[in-house]
């Protein structure tokens, strides 16, 4: 029985699962509760929500397309 061959190999599929974890965690970072009508919430201008979660959330989606397009390792076949 032959072994199948896929387009993306088990590296490229880790690199995938960090990425997609990046990305969770930096919408997690983003989220939070927000300002309603009668209360003013400063937390929604932190540092956080505005420049350290958009920024692991575009390295996880650089990463996404890095791991996509990388060449998978030729696997060793022996005859």
Known sequence: MEKQQYALGKTNFIWLGVSFL????????????????????????SKTRIVIAPAICFIGFAMTIWAVIKKPNPSKNKD
């Not at 990305?23 to 003013?40: D, P, R, W």
């Open 22 to 45: 990046l990305i969770v965690i930096g919408f997690v970072l983003m989220g939070g509760h927000g300002t309603t009508e009668s209360a003013f919430n400063p937390d929604i201008f």
